[in-house]
């Protein structure tokens, strides 16, 4: 059975700009995140205090934070790898982060260059101590439905790390389909098994769109009671430390759907559409999103 109303978190101005072979100047994501607020986004992931050396893409994350205009009721996360990404949000006066962790071994050292295991042990120190402060912890596993380097993953390990988040105190858990790979069937068994450890209303889906599944998978654990979905305007995004990855789906896909199924989203497509049609200007491509460009081929016929 389907919600009434669905929670969106829009990640396009980090895991989509992250992934640009440019550096988006900092102005330029302050307007997005800007504009995807008037859209009316309740969440949007302004940013990651990681090393620079490691993502470009995000320095600067402290002048955007600094810069937005932040709206009331919006909530505004970055991602936080250890201490020092902590110390520099806090700085920065962030309310929310977000951590990240695998279920892939490679992949982890790939992305953060260590283990599973020292991954958790070093997230734990950071949750513990945001807490302490106030701020909301996320937590996000990565290729929950496949790694880029060494392909199967066991749902065990996703449901152990899933666990993990939760016990160190995350608030909520984004279950990460990094690379695109997941169907809708196994989709739906990983997140019954995760749900078997962390109640269902604490899981958020984060599905890439690498093989076009993405809206399928979103349906498919929508109507196991999945009620938060990650999401990227115009479909920007994948990841550094996965080759080949596309784009987070697009979120203008995502409320076309939702509003076509009578879900509510809090999010007028048409502001958002536009927000995505700026940003895909600075880049100087179109936006990958379906939707996005039927909607504009639509206006262009004056529909
Ligand atoms: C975790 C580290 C830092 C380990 O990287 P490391 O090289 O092992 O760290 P280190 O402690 O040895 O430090 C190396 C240098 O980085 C600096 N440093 C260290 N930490 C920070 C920090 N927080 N902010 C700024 N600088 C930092 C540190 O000060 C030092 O600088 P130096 O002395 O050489 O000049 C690195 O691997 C890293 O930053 N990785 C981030 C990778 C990343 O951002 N990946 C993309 C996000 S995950 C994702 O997209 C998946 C997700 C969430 O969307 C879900 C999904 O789709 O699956």
């Keep these: 059975m389907s919600?009434?109303?669905?929670?969106?978190?829009?990640v396009g101005p980090r895991d989509g700009l992250?992934?640009?072979?440019?550096v988006v100047p900092w102005p330029a994501r302050v307007a997005l995140i800007d504009a995807l607020s008037q859209a009316g986004l309740p969440v949007i992931e302004a940013g990651a205090f990681v090393a620079p050396r490691w993502v470009p893409q995000m320095a600067d994350s402290a002048a955007v934070l600094a810069a937005i205009h932040r709206r009331a009721g919006v909530r505004y996360p970055v991602l936080v790898p250890n201490l020092k990404g902590l110390k520099a949000a806090t700085s920065g006066g962030v309310d929310d982060i977000a951590v990240f962790a695998a279920a892939s071994e490679t992949f982890s050292k790939k992305n953060i260059n260590c283990s599973i295991a020292e991954s958790l042990?070093?997230?734990a120190e950071v949750a513990a101590r945001a807490k302490d402060r106030g701020i909301a912890v996320r937590g996000y596993v990565s290729c929950v439905l496949g790694c880029?380097?060494?392909?199967?993953v066991a749902i065990d390990r996703v449901v152990e790390v899933a666990a993990a988040l939760a016990a160190m105190g995350c608030h909520e858990i984004s279950l990460g389909d990094t690379i695109g790979v997941g169907t809708p069937r196994r989709a739906r068994e990983m997140v019954q098994a995760v749900a078997g450890a962390v109640p269902v209303q604490r899981l958020a889906a984060h599905f890439h769109d690498t093989y076009g599944q993405a809206l399928a998978n979103i349906l498919a654990v929508l109507e196991i009671g999945v009620t938060?979905?990650?999401c990227s305007v115009a479909g920007?995004?994948?990841?550094p430390y996965a080759p080949g990855a596309s784009g987070n789906v697009a979120t203008e896909d995502v409320v076309y759907m939702l509003d076509g199924m009578g879900i509510a989203s809090g999010v007028d497509l048409e502001k958002l559409r536009l927000a995505g049609l700026a940003l895909c200007q600075?880049?100087?491509?179109p936006p990958a999103s379906r939707a996005a460009r039927a909607l504009a081929a639509r206006k262009g016929r004056g529909g």
């Design 18 to 22: 992250q992934n640009e072979a440019r």
């Design 148 to 152: 880029p380097y060494e392909g199967a």
């Design 236 to 239: 920007l995004g994948g990841c």
């Design 228 to 230: 938060t979905f990650d």
């Design 3 to 10: 919600p009434d109303a669905v929670r969106l978190v829009e």
């Design 121 to 123: 042990e070093r997230l």
């Design 282 to 285: 600075t880049l100087g491509r």
